[in-house]
């Protein structure tokens, strides 16, 4: 039943106006409806392409992974009922019995494989081409069994198939119509504006999803994304602007579901300048006080990051180890001048202004690193052209912020570990032998116990090394009417991937 | 005839500079499309997969043959596909077009309903309090930017009284009273300085007309007032409102840009911007040319129907 409300009646006038009797159907289906706030076009829709958190989001439901992740963040089976290692060395995956694709077909273990070879694959550009390069070998005994093995020890294998560019797909998916068996089938789109997706009747999930149809709106601009959600036109919107979330928290309609996941560093080029010597990285990680970047980027909405970005809570994180670079300008003082530099020295760092958390961010750098006699003029050009200058190593220190692949500290190595090829999220060329050293040793080690002590020593080596400088944790929110429930944001990095939970959210 | 032949083959040749000049300097400064996909929302990906997806996209053939590549296609009307999606350039124009069309169609009909009749009475009372206020509500008009009065009027009548919606878009043949209702805002706002100027122009026009010897035979003859402003004051005073509202309509297209953004309506400037930030060469490209084509078109139009008005000008 339609509301009779002001904008109704102003909507009424103008339909009138335009002689035109139809009146939308939408409203009266709004009991299994929810209206998404998008913050972004998705620019494609390619399976294992990553293209952002927003189109990641519509690929979680539309598709399914192997791993998933519950509500608290722990790795949970998708379409495996159950995964594990293997004496030999193999990771071995079950498959539910009961999955089917949008056309019908069964999922079986050959899909996986088609997937993870497609990924793997000479010609890929996939996410997750690298590390599925490494699997040397994949055995399907049967229609349900995936047996994996890798060219080395891998413990964090499990992790790779909960990334959200990681769908199976079926194995007779036309080039660019790939058939996937998620929550939801894309029913229409309005291009560069919505997306209608509506619940699969087969999904394997019992009971789920619990909407019977998903509007997807993209609102770019995220004053008017928080204003949607205000009006009510939106029933839920993602990346909640920081400075609006306390005007989500004071609508007694409204309710918001933040996280820290996504951080803020500093890079350094390695190679040449100041920033090659370990000791001028580590007092610029003493000098910079984090909370102010926390005001003035985040309008409150973060947390000072004072150490490796290892998320709170998780068995890595170290209290101590997490202040290791507190903020002290005189042990800042002391690295330079044992550095032969006692009066600090010119510099350019590198950001964009495209971005206006990058770019405060950097201002908020430039006047503590002043403060310790490093002046840096800033060079903030636009996104683009600051990708390219850090792939190319044009820079001498640069603002970046990035999110972990996940909240396991093998999913900082896309981040810490400068000796893989140059990208623009990673330092360049920084010599940090012993924490890459340390990543690997985790990753390859499968005793918890273990691995917790080899990430605290990767914790110490990169205190030391410095292949980046934490700097704030960002908060990322979720705003949403309080009739929305069953949704959670998950913790730490994973926050990014929390949209599958709308298969497990409804509206009253 | 020769005049014709003429203007419309500097226009191509126009186009055609338009489009090299776009072209070249979008390839020289920084920018991979391809890295800057694979890097959408920050994240470092692996160089070989954009060395992969840089010989599939053809950007590792040098310029020139990308240029050679660019002009055959343009020469057989082929803007080309997104290298974000591969989606045809000249369809998302054809998409995206009408929409930004509409706005300004809609914000030149907003200028013309307010500007025309206010301008009108201003002038017949000129000096009195409905001039004067009008004269400052115009000025304040044409001086606040566009962001400004959009984000004022979303937090008023969206956030604040629930009356409209905050943005975004619905297709006229879903629901035409959604369609509308979501136009009206943006149509408001765009339209804003062009009532200003519709405003001032008539208003001087008038004031222009209202003296004149036929204006005073008509009175003299006994026509009722109304039929006199109608008839022999608003007719005449429309020609240079019209000339000021063909100029003005052109940069409308330019302001489009940041109300579009603004109130979420998907016209022309959504995907210029997002083409240009993804170094979507094809798309910027295709979409300049239709903008700039626009432009000369309008240009052509014009310098036509002056030729065709005055023979001075097609002599030359």
């Keep these: 039943m339609t509301n009779l409300t ?87 995956f079950r498959l539910v ?64 198939f909960g990334n959200y560019n990681m769908p199976i797909v079926w194995r007779g998916s036309p080039a660019n119509e790939p058939v996937g068996c998620g929550a939801y089938r894309l029913e229409s789109q309005e291009r560069g504006t919505s997306l209608d997706l509506v619940a699969f009747d087969r999904y394997f999930r019992a009971g789920l999803p619990r909407i ?122 002391r690295l330079l001048a044992a550095a032969g530099a006692p009066n600090g020295f010119q510099t350019v760092m590198l950001g964009t202004a495209q971005f206006g958390m990058h770019k405060d961010t950097a201002e908020v750098v430039q006047q503590h690193l002043a403060a310790i006699g490093i002046q840096c003029e800033l060079r903030l050009p636009d996104w683009s052209t600051r990708v390219r200058l850090g792939t190319t190593g044009q820079y001498e220190i640069a603002i970046h912020g990035v999110s972990a692949d996940n909240n396991d500290p093998d999913g900082l190595t896309v981040i810490m570990d400068t000796s893989l090829s140059p990208t623009h999220g990673r330092s360049f060329g920084v010599q940090a032998p ?28 990169a205190l030391e090394e410095v292949p980046l400088v934490g700097l704030a944790w960002r908060a990322q929110g979720y705003g949403m009417d309080r009739r929305v429930t069953g949704f959670t944001n998950i913790p730490g990095a994973l926050s990014t991937s929390s949209g599958f939970m709308l298969t497990e959210t409804t509206i009253a | 005839m020769a005049y014709l032949v003429g203007r419309i083959a500097s226009s191509v040749v126009l186009a055609f500079a338009v489009a090299t000049i776009v ?47 660019f002009l055959t296609g343009l020469l057989r009307g082929d803007l080309g596909r997104s290298l974000v999606d591969d989606y045809s350039v000249a369809a998302e124009i054809a998409l995206r077009l009408p929409r930004t069309l509409e706005l300004i169609a809609a914000g030149t009909i907003i200028a013309l309903a307010v500007g025309v009749p206010a301008g009108t009475y201003a002038a017949v009372h000129a000096g009195g309090a409905f001039d004067r206020i009008m004269s ?20 008023l009548l969206a956030q604040t009284l629930k009356l409209m919606p905050a943005g975004g878009f619905v297709p006229f043949w879903r629901d035409p009273g959604q ?114 084509g626009l432009f000369l078109l309008i240009n052509l139009v014009v310098d036509l129907l002056y030729a065709a008005l005055d023979p001075r000008v097609r002599a030359g």
């Design chain 2, 179 to 292: 369609h509308l209702l979501l136009l009206s805002l943006p149509a408001l706002v765009i339209g804003k300085g062009l009532v200003a100027i519709v405003f001032r122009m008539t208003r001087a026009s008038v004031l222009d007309i209202l003296p004149r010897d036929h204006v005073r035979t008509a009175r003299a003859k006994g026509l009722a007032e109304g039929r006199v402003l109608r008839a022999h004051v608003v007719r005449n005073a429309f020609g240079p409102v019209l000339t000021v509202l063909g100029l003005h309509m052109g940069s409308l297209l330019g302001g489009t840009v940041l109300v579009e953004y603004v109130f979420n309506w998907p016209g022309l400037s959504t995907p210029l911007i997002r083409a240009v930030e993804g170094r979507d060469y094809p798309m910027v490209v295709g979409i300049v040319l239709t903008v700039s």
């Design chain 1, 434 to 461: 012993r924490t890459i050293d340390l990543l690997a040793r985790g990753r390859a080690e499968f005793d918890e116990t273990k691995r917790v002590a080899i990430y605290k020593d990767m914790q110490r080596a």
């Design chain 1, 212 to 333: 019977e149809r998903l509007r997807l709106v993209v609102y770019a601009d995220e004053n008017l994304r928080f204003a949607a959600l205000k009006s009510g036109d939106m029933d839920m919107i993602e990346y909640v602007p920081w400075q609006s979330m306390s005007g989500v928290e004071s609508d007694p309609r409204l309710r918001l579901d933040t996280q820290y996941g996504p951080f803020m560093d500093i890079l350094f080029n390695g190679t040449k300048g100041p920033f090659a010597d370990a000791r001028i990285r580590r007092a610029v990680a003493h000098a910079v006080k984090r909370e102010d970047i926390v005001q003035a980027a985040f309008f409150g909405r973060g947390r000072p990051l004072e150490g490796v970005p290892i998320v709170e809570g998780t068995p890595w994180w170290d209290a101590e180890l997490s202040k290791g670079w507190r903020y002290d300008p005189a042990e800042a003082k």
């Design chain 2, 23 to 69: 072209f070249l300097a979008l390839h020289l400064v920084p920018g991979d499309p391809a890295e800057l996909l694979l890097s959408t929302g920050g994240i470092s990906p692996d160089p070989a997969a954009v060395a992969e997806l840089r010989e599939r996209l053809g950007l590792d053939r040098p310029l020139h043959v990308q240029y050679l590549g």
């Design chain 1, 97 to 160: 019995p009961n999955a089917v694709f949008h056309n019908g077909e069964p999922v079986t273990s050959a899909d996986v494989r088609h997937t993870i070879e497609q990924i793997g694959g000479e010609r890929s550009t996939a996410y997750m081409r690298a590390q599925f390069q490494s699997v040397s070998r994949i055995e399907t005994p049967d229609a349900r069994t995936i047996r994996i093995h890798t060219k080395e020890p891998v413990a964090t294998l499990p992790t790779w």
């Design chain 1, 6 to 92: 002001r904008r109704g009646l102003v909507k009424s006038g103008l339909g009138l106006l335009a002689a035109c009797g139809l009146t939308s159907g939408v409203e009266a289906q709004r009991a299994k409806l929810l209206r998404f706030g998008l913050s972004a076009w998705p620019p494609n829709l390619q399976p294992w392409v990553s293209t952002g958190a927003s189109a990641g989001t519509v690929k979680m439901l539309i598709h399914s992974r192997l791993i998933g992740y519950d509500r608290a963040g722990n790795l949970a089976g998708e379409l495996a009922e159950s995964f594990g290692h293997e004496a030999d060395g193999a990771w071995v």
């Design chain 2, 136 to 155: 400052g509500v115009m000025a304040l008009l044409m001086a606040v930017p566009v962001f400004v009065l959009g984000t004022l009027l979303i937090l």
